[in-house]
């Protein structure tokens, strides 16, 4: 005859199962941390495990600015992905001028962005010396309604809810286990240490699609985006947009303590310049870089340049459908640029001895009228002469302009 089963001790198997899950969940967020995927807690990188981080949709401004406020750079990069993905911080030209810079940059964001993280970077104590900021047409576009620009408000911290989202989740668990599995990935999507994107996992998308498609998805969306807008880039009672606005505000707080500011006109791709002409957007486009000049020229010192001009930068052709193999020099698609690009700019921009002194032009208010008139007789000479190009704008903007 068996022995009596002894009866179970619930309370005892409770706080045995209560234990274990504790233990389990600070064992994950311990390994959270640890690989730190956001780079928002500032873990050692080692090479092989956490070096290389994951390029993450959320807790953008987050990881920026934790990132920032750790090294607290001496130069900064503001704008939205063209700036994100085009604007190389550790391009030698910083380092000849005895600069640190970051790349600040977040994807879809507007000028008053880039308001709030100097005010942020300012409170650190890490105002930086020289301030790039990309201004953006289409943010502009369609700027009909008198408002204010909000206020700044305190940067992000890593407060309860951050850790619940980032160390105890199944999201922070995953995004951690995708850092470890992208160390040695061929093209993987990431960020750098310094706020770079340098979009390598374009190259398989090129691979596998080809530019050409890539090129005209984004035309197709800028076209449907520009018709959404009106055509204004400011209220009609004469005030100014709140795009505008932002852009004087990160002015006047980049110079107000001797720092340097440039404002960088984007190397749009000569396809979008096609497309603005086609849909009755060239003039705008042109009104559009005076406003930037005149809000420019209320603060001393502060230098627009503009490289949208058609040149032969800009005007690289796009391969044709089928082809995979072409990987281009300089640009992922019409609006998004290539690093090998952005590099040149920011040779131009700060003075570089080896810069192409042959792409991009200082706009000033003695000379954009003159800028303006000659950019102008480029893009009709372009509308007026047969080409690839000028028969995929016209394929994409047919419908709209019967």
Not at 127 to 152: I, N, Q, R
Not at 157 to 176: Q, Y
Request: hydrophobic share 45%; with cysteine.
């Amino acid at each position: 005859m068996s022995a009596p089963t002894p009866p179970l001790n619930w309370a005892r198997y409770l706080r045995w199962m209560l234990a274990t899950l504790v233990a389990c969940v600070c064992a994950v967020g311990a390994f959270n941390v640890f690989i730190d995927p956001l780079g928002a807690f500032g873990t050692q990188r080692i090479a092989g495990v956490n070096a290389v981080k994951p390029y993450l949709d959320h807790h953008r401004e987050l990881a920026r600015w934790q990132a920032a406020r750790r090294l607290c750079p001496s130069a900064g990069i503001f704008g939205n992905s063209r700036a994100e993905i085009g604007f190389d911080p550790t391009h030698p030209a910083f380092a000849a001028q005895g600069l640190s810079a970051f790349n600040h940059a977040i994807p879809g964001s507007a000028a008053s962005m880039a308001v709030r993280q100097l005010d942020w970077l300012q409170t650190a104590g890490c105002a930086p010396k020289v301030a790039l900021l990309g201004v953006e047409f289409v943010d502009f576009l369609g700027s009909t309604k008198p408002g204010g620009l909000a206020p700044s408000g305190p940067a992000p911290a890593i407060d309860g809810r951050v850790l619940a989202e980032t160390v105890f989740s199944i999201t922070g668990f995953r995004d951690a286990v995708k850092t470890l599995a992208i160390q040695r990935a061929r093209h993987a999507a990431t960020l750098t240490e310094r706020g770079f994107n340098p979009l390598d996992n374009y190259v398989t998308e090129v691979e596998n699609s080809g530019h050409y498609v890539l090129f005209r998805q984004r035309a197709e969306e800028n076209r449907r985006i520009w018709n959404r807008k009106a055509r204004a880039i400011a209220p009609a009672d004469g005030s100014p947009s709140v795009d505008q606005q932002a852009v004087d505000a990160f002015l006047e707080k980049a110079t107000a303590g001797g720092g340097k500011a440039v404002v960088v006109i984007y190397p749009y791709h000569a396809e979008i310049r096609l497309m603005q002409a086609r849909l009755g957007l060239a003039e705008l486009f042109a009104d559009w870089k005076r406003l930037i000049v005149a809000t420019a020229a209320r603060h001393p010192g502060v230098q627009v340049w503009d490289f949208s001009g058609i040149s032969p930068e800009t005007l690289e052709a796009i391969p044709p459908r089928g082809d995979r193999r072409t990987q281009l020099k300089y640009y992922w698609e019409a609006g998004h640029f290539k690093k090998q690009l952005g590099d040149q700019v920011i040779a131009r921009v700060l003075g570089d001895p080896a810069a192409n002194r042959g792409f991009g032009v200082e706009l000033r208010p003695d000379n954009v009228e003159a800028v303006l008139a000659a950019d102008r007789q480029r893009l009709e000479a372009l509308l007026a002469t047969p080409s690839p190009l000028r028969d995929e704008v016209d394929d994409v903007t047919r419908a709209d302009r019967r």
